[in-house]
């Protein structure tokens, strides 16, 4: 029996995935094999030694300690693009809101007294919330992975001209993306030519506070500014300041803050993103799914801090093992057992920058002994027996 301890509310269709009689789903469990979670800030302190593997049912792991789980030998996955289309819709709503004044409007028509002439009213004053159309204007996007990708197809079908910047953008991406979209070579050339600006990346060290006062200072006047990908990345002394001299004239965020209320230029939406039912779900399926999988056969899908690592797994005796990526670790476990005249009969070696992953098929059960002088190498971070199914 594995148990799931659950940090968010997880889509029913997601925790149908994990079978009731293998599987214990909830969320006060003391010892867990693993973790599924949303946007809660996972601590040190929440993950408790008995944790294998965390999953992410959605895309940003900023909430996790991901550098002290790979430390500790923890498999952390996210859910990539999953939740993409429900955020695309987001942003179009984002870039609307951003021209037209609709958010002033709605907000002027309901503080109307429903005793005045109300139909008059509005054909009177309606001029006060006009905003230009999309169509024609340039949209410059930060961050070309599954998001921005469809924000830039989607913003073409709308008539803009789209350029993008991502100095790391994937095969991938680049194969789903238009090639009418252009490509800058700055993120300052890029600030510097849109009229609107949409930020698709993931917050990170390199990437906190990545538009500051120097960002802005590049922008035309009137720069309208959506962000979907994270609160960090902007740095609001320098917003405000740019609101207050012009530079930006609507911000939109799905990540409200407390200093950036009550500011008639920044419309804030509840982190709304990802919430619709088809991207929860798609989330919580993935991230079910890639959980179950490492826990029954040691197999690696969409993890952020351990390279993909898959191997049939024909249900006999598997070991997995993670390693630092330094030299003769592969000859050290091989060696070992050997020694426990155990053979080898299948085995994968993968690494992403500095972790090995090593899954091996043996004849024979490896030993608690010989478990325990495995983890004794030095270099080696995590050892785990996979047990046989039946
Ligand atoms: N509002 C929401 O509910 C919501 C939902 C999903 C994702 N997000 C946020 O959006 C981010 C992007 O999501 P995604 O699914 O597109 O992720 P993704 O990993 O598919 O794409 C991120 C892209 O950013 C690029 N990138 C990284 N650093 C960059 C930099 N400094 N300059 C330019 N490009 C850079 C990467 O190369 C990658 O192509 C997530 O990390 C998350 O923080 C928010
Ligand atoms: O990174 C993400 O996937 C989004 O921010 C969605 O977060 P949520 O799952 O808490 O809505």
């Known amino acids: 029996m594995y148990t799931i301890q659950t940090m968010n509310k997880i889509s029913a269709k997601g925790l149908e995935r994990l079978p009731r009689e293998d599987y214990e789903t909830a969320s006060g469990l003391s010892h867990p094999d693993a973790i599924l979670v949303r946007s809660y800030k996972v601590g040190e302190d929440d993950i408790p030694p008995t944790v294998k593997a965390i999953a992410r049912a959605g895309a940003g792991v900023n909430n996790i300690p991901v550098s002290y789980c790979t430390d500790q030998g923890i498999v952390v996955f996210n859910t990539p693009g999953a939740n993409a289309n429900s955020v695309k819709e987001l942003v179009l709503t984002g870039l609307f809101l951003s021209s037209r004044n609709i958010n002033a409007g709605i907000n002027w028509v309901q503080s109307l007294d429903p005793a005045e002439e109300v139909s008059r009213l509005v054909e009177k004053e309606k001029s006060r919330f006009s905003g230009p159309e999309v169509q024609g204007k340039k949209l410059g996007i930060i961050g070309l992975g599954a998001i921005g990708v469809l924000v830039a197809n989607a913003a073409l079908a709308l008539g803009m001209e789209v350029t993008g910047f991502d100095p790391f953008i994937s095969i991938n991406a680049a ?35 990545v538009i500051d006062e ?107 093992i993670a390693n630092k990526n330094i030299p003769n670790m592969v000859g050290q476990i091989s060696t070992l057992l050997a020694e426990n005249e155990i053979n080898i009969q299948d085995m994968m070696n993968k690494h992403k920058e500095g972790i090995a992953y090593n899954i091996i098929d043996t004849d024979k059960a490896p030993t608690e002994k010989l478990i325990a002088d495995l983890k004794k190498i030095e270099g080696i971070i995590m050892v785990r027996a996979i047990p046989p199914r039946d």
């Not at 006047?221 to 994270?230: D, H, I, K, Q, S």
């Not at 890639?290 to 801090?305: C, D, S, Y």
């Not at 351990?306 to 797994?313: A, G, K, L, S």
């Open 175 to 209: 194969w789903g993306l238009s090639p009418e979209v252009k490509k800058a070579n700055s993120m300052d050339s890029l600030i510097a030519n849109s009229d609107y600006i949409t930020l698709h990346i993931p917050l990170n060290d390199k990437t906190r506070s």
């Open 214 to 320: 120097h960002q802005f200072d590049q922008m035309k006047e009137g720069t309208r500014l959506l962000n979907f990908a994270r609160g960090g990345l902007v740095n609001n002394d320098s917003l405000k300041k740019a609101i207050e001299s012009g530079k930006i004239s609507y911000y939109i965020t799905d990540f409200p803050e407390g200093e950036l209320l009550g500011n008639p230029q920044i419309i804030t939406i509840p982190h709304l993103g990802a919430s619709s039912p088809e991207a929860e779900e798609n989330c919580a399926v993935m991230a079910a799914d890639q959980l179950r999988i490492f826990l029954e056969t040691g197999n690696i899908r969409n993890a952020v801090n351990f390279p993909n690592c898959t191997m049939d797994y024909v249900g006999g005796h598997r070991l997995i």
